[in-house]
């Protein structure tokens, strides 16, 4: 079902105390969330985003009697920024999520990754990304992970940011629940969608998919897809695509990019999937299309 989020993996081999490239990589995970024995071969990001000028690191959130763990980035000493809430992959909130929350704040977005697979296990405790995915990742789900989103924006009020000015935008996992996000809150003004599912089988923990919802967003979303995603097909895209056209207005505003030969997760430069061009390009439509639509 997920498929699509590991397509692109390895296993990762002789990773001990004394790799330090790769042992540095997990302990840069917000709650350790990322599976050790799935590393990719690019254990490193391409990327490098320095905290400079930055408040950043782990923060734990209020939800309910619950403390969610999450990561924090935004611009020091600026009230009012805006927010972007950053939607990780299956593997949580590691070190490449932790960038890209880090590119926003540099940006001026006041950036939150909050870790939504808590509740249902340690995703570093998972030997084989089947059983990952089966025990802990289909668990979740997406009411509570809806939930976790709201909080997280309420805690960022608190924090001074401004949520009046609030977008949303997702990995892979996260790109199907952008879609969601968008249709759920009405305080979002604009999503970015990268590769997310678009379609499935309903089920108890997942009773809707994009498809479903997509005449009922918010906000407008722009989706960033791969011509040669595996895991998602053009046909997939059409169908969302005709969903959007007869929705609401926000939905008729709505937009998709296919790049050529770009496979799934062609964004994360930690993965052997990243295509540099498509991945550029992608991030310069994101930060313009929250300008765009009221955010930034």
Not at 72 to 94: D, N, Q, T, W
Not at 191 to 196: I, L, M, P, T
Not at 211 to 231: F, I, M, N, R
Not at 267 to 273: E, Q
Request: charged content about 20%; proline content about 6%; some cysteine.
């Amino acid at each position: 079902m997920l498929k699509e989020d590991f397509d692109t993996l390895v296993p990762a081999t002789g990773l001990t105390d004394e790799d330090g490239t790769r042992r540095a990589f997990v302990r840069r995970a917000v709650g350790t969330g990322f599976a050790a024995a799935v590393l990719p071969v690019m254990a490193q990001t391409v990327i490098k985003t320095d905290s400079a000028g930055l408040v950043e690191g782990e923060v734990t959130i209020p939800v309910g009697d619950f403390k969610m763990p999450a990561y924090r980035a935004a611009p020091a000493g600026k009230a009012g920024a805006p927010v972007v809430l950053v939607i990780s992959e299956i593997f949580g909130v590691h070190e490449y999520i932790a960038d890209v929350a880090r590119r926003f704040a540099k940006a001026g977005y006041f950036a939150i990754a909050p870790e939504l697979f808590v509740r249902q296990g340690d995703a570093t405790s998972y030997g084989e990304v089947a059983k990952l995915i089966a025990e802990v990742i289909s668990q979740v789900p997406d009411a509570q992970v809806m939930a976790d989103l709201d909080a997280s924006l309420a805690w960022a009020r608190g924090q001074g940011a401004n949520v009046s000015r609030a977008a949303v935008t997702g990995f892979c996992w996260g790109g199907r629940i952008t879609w969601l996000y968008a249709a759920h809150n009405p305080g979002i003004k604009a999503g970015v969608a990268w590769y997310g599912r678009l379609v499935g089988q309903p089920n108890p923990l997942q009773p809707v998919h994009p498809v479903d919802v997509a005449g009922k967003l918010s906000g407008p979303v722009l989706g960033l897809y791969g011509e040669k995603d595996t895991g998602i097909p053009l046909d997939t895209v059409e169908r969302m695509k005709a969903a959007l056209a007869a929705g609401n207005a926000a939905a008729k505003k709505s937009e998709f990019v296919i790049y050529p030969e770009a496979p799934h997760a062609f964004h994360a430069d930690y993965r052997p999937s990243y295509r540099k061009e498509a991945a550029d390009d992608g991030w310069k439509r994101c930060l313009a299309w929250f300008k765009a639509h009221g955010v930034g």
